[in-house]
């Protein structure tokens, strides 16, 4: 049985975690989805102007869950979680392979693929198949209103609070996967840093905020992730 660490962990992870599991970036194609600019697709503006496209973009992400699995960076922090006096686990990823690799205590600050509102109630409910501008809210009986429960750019990320509080308490920062090109997640590596906490980048390559990280590891995420927590 591992001991306990006294250390109190956050951890950040971005699209790069999930790529070993055959779920494209971001930054995949140069941001581009059937040509259009992931932030223009990922805006309520797009949502209001084009629900038919921005249905299908979405759609087709939340059917490619089922085809995917978790891979061994999700595992290992999923295993982490109870290694340590404290532990949050804070994603961009809108994919459902953190939980399922076991991982709990789990934000999604950008939202959830399995997840949808009505924009008449704000009844929030699971969605695991399609949905088109004629399905109908069951909360509320309204038709057009349902999309799905991402937070889009321009829209306040979930639970901001509780992840600036533990940034403000944590001794370790680790960030996994992710370009740091989206804020204000890109700028919790400065918030750690300013709370004094270790702040470590594990990804592919050197992400936007290379510099303000105090060391890294590079490389899959399915070697770096494991050998870092290996450590403790
Ligand atoms: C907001 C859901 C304000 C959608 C997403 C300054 C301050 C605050 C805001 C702004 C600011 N400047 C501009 C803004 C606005 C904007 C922003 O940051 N724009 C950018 C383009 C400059 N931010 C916002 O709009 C945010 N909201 O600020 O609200 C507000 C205030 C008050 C009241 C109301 C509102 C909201 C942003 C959330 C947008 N939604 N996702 C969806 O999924 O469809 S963003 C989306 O892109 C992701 O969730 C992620 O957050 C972001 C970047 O993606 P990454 O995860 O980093 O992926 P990427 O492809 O970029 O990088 C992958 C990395 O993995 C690479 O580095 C690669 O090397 C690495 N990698 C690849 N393979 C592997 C690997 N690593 C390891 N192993 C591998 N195998």
């Given amino acids: 049985m591992k001991k306990i660490s006294k250390t109190k962990v956050v951890v950040l992870t971005g ?29 309520p503006e797009a949502f209001d102007r084009n629900p038919e496209l921005v249905h299908r973009f979405y759609n087709i992400r939340r059917a490619n869950l089922q085809t995917v699995e978790p891979n061994l960076a999700h ?11 404290s532990f949050l686990l804070v994603t961009q990823n809108v994919d459902d392979l953190h939980e399922r690799a076991g991982s709990e205590n789990l934000i ?17 409910s699971e969605e695991l198949g399609m949905l088109d501008v004629n399905a109908q809210c069951h909360n509320c009986g309204r ?9 889009w750019f321009g829209e306040m990320p979930y639970q901001m609070d509780a992840i600036m509080a533990a940034l403000l308490d944590c001794d370790l920062f680790v960030s996994i996967g992710t370009s740091g090109s989206v804020y204000p997640a890109a700028g919790f590596v ?16 050197p992400g936007d905020q290379q510099s303000a990280f105090q060391s890294a590891h590079y490389g899959p995420a399915t070697k770096v992730v494991p050998e870092f927590f290996s450590r403790f």
């Fill in 15 to 43: 699209a790069g975690i999930s790529a070993e599991s055959g779920l494209s970036t971001f930054r995949d194609n140069n941001g581009l989805w059937e040509n259009h600019r992931v932030e223009e697709v990922a805006t």
């Fill in 190 to 205: 400065e918030l750690a840093n300013r709370a004094g906490a270790e702040t470590v980048e594990l990804n592919l390559e």
């Fill in 108 to 124: 999604h600050m950008h939202g959830e693929l399995k997840k949808k509102f009505c924009v008449h109630c704000h009844h929030k």
């Fill in 143 to 151: 038709v057009g209103g349902l999309r799905p429960d991402i937070v």
């Fill in 75 to 85: 595992v290992a922090l999923a295993e982490a979680e109870s290694q340590f006096a």
